[in-house]
């Protein structure tokens, strides 16, 4: 007999690993205001603190500095340690909000609905926001090529727009990594346990023809092949 066997996020969340979008876009946040904190070139102007952090999506600066003293470190630890204990985008962005932290998004408004999805819904689907983006240009082309012929500014958002992708798929597979690599032994661990349980109760006739058809980033599946 042939089987087909289908594996989603699921079996990657089963294994405790944190894969899913809105996990990803945490620690990403988490790393951004990590680097805006120890940036070592702060820019004053009457005591307002401009940009400490920027990249393709996002820059991160202090408006204010009334409840940060830059100057004690116990005060600055205290507070990454909070914002990394943060479980939800929202909770962190509640938390940096009350310190004056503001974030401002770049260019279009994928990068905004990217991270209101994660506040409201708690999770997230960049590729269907990517897709919803998309056909807005084409749309923004074509007006335009009627109109005046000018596409140019269409263009150069569209660039910009498969920039901020490719950023975030550069992001998530270094985020899909360190995951695997800090969660090693609790796989192994796992499948161990499985390999075990299966060599007592065999559901799978060893003349079977198997196919594993893998829909995440990660190889966790390979660990069951032997």
Known sequence: MNRLILIGNGFDLAHGLKTNYHDFILDYLKGCIDLAF?????????????????DELLSIGFSSLPNIQFDKVSTKTGMLN???????????????QSYEIKIDYR??????????????????????????????????????????????GVIGNL????NQLEFLKNKLEDYLLKIEKENKSKINSLSDLIHHWLNK??????????????????????KYLK
């Open 82 to 96: 909070r914002i990394n204990e943060s479980k939800s985008v929202i909770q962190l962005l509640n938390y940096i």
């Open 38 to 54: 120890n940036n070592p070139n702060i820019s004053l102007n009457q005591s307002k603190i401009i940009e400490r952090y920027s």
């Open 159 to 162: 660039k910009h727009l498969n």
């Open 201 to 222: 109760n065999t559901f799978i006739d060893k003349s079977d023809h198997l196919l594993i058809l893998n829909f995440n980033y990660t190889a966790t599946p390979k």
């Open 107 to 152: 260019g279009s408004g994928f990068v905004n609905l990217l991270f209101n999805e994660c506040v409201v819904k708690n999770w997230v689907d960049i590729e269907s926001l990517y897709y919803e983006e998309l056909k807005k240009r084409l749309l923004q082309y074509n007006k335009n090529k009627d109109y005046d012929g000018n596409v140019s």
